[in-house]
């Protein structure tokens, strides 16, 4: 209780246990999913390779993350656009 | 470089196997040593958690060993500390992927790229500690002051003298108020049935926790006596062989002490 109020009174401040519980949440979602690290960098090295097609990119920025909501996970790609390439790809 | 394989093991399970590893690696690194850590636990990984590192692994030891990839593409480099590389294990495989000779080989490119390289050891005898032993030079066994720790810190001993390693011991969670009270193994009791030479003492501190929490380095945190204990390890490692092993201390001793010298009673 007294715990409780001196978190209060500190401003509601993210222990340390809340850190561990957020961290614990994505590392289990790749356990849970079994994607081998092979699996996750051919997929990392696809992608890089299909958007460099159309976009200029970061490729040492690219990051592939894999989140999870209440029913679902879902894949977030995240890249620094550099430049469009001009014209088509083909 | 000729670098110095150390292999952290114990037998036992849950005593501060992996803590210790990325205590005194993280320790080494900042002595300005270039120093590897490898999860040797293929199949059950912790050690990327521990060191805040699990969202950057792409290649792992296994990739590594078997030439999937260079070992610089599966060293992952610290976030905070820079000469500290992470080689992580395998998720996905299971122990029996590696074996030995393709260790002892391994050893040798690793020897060449680091200073130190710290193997952390699965808890068991099997084939994961036959792995992590296989091309270390030196070992350090981890023990804590219970019954069944020390009697496996004793098996783990005679197969380590069985491979020519001598090892040394690391005495992790000592509680001072309860070894004052009779109620905990002392370190001078360890070493007396182990009969071993002693490389650190380090006590029980909340601090451990909140390190694998947050995933920054317990040598980082100011005020921790158990990072200032690892520290004090990784200083003896690197040569300092006669700093002074500090026994861990209760507060309450402390002012007696203090008390007595002034002539406080007892």
Known sequence: ?90 | MDGRIIVITSGKGGVGKTTATASIGAALALQRKRVAVIDMDIGLRNLDVVMGLENRIIFNVVDAVKGKCKLKQAAIKDRRIDDLFLIPASQSDNKNVLSPKDMVQFGEKLRREFDFVLMDCPAGIERGFENSVAAADEAVVVCTPEVSSVRDADRVIGLLYARSITPKLVVNRIIPEMVEKGDMLSHVDMVDVLSIELVGLVPMDDHVLISTNTGIPLVLQKKSKAGEAFQRIAMRINGATDLPIEVPQSQDRFWKKIGSKLGLGK
């Open chain 1, 1 to 90: 209780m007294f715990n409780g109020l001196f978190r209060k009174v500190r401003g509601n401040k993210t222990g340390s246990g809340e850190i561990a519980k957020q961290r614990l949440k994505f590392a289990l979602i790749y356990d849970k999913l079994e994607i081998s690290d092979d699996t996750l960098r051919n997929l990392h090295r696809d992608m890089v390779e299909v958007i460099s097609r159309y976009f200029e990119i970061d490729q040492a920025a690219f990051r592939l993350d894999i989140h999870r909501s209440d029913d679902f996970s879902s894949l977030v790609v995240n890249t620094p656009i550099l430049s469009a390439k001009r014209g088509s790809p083909d």
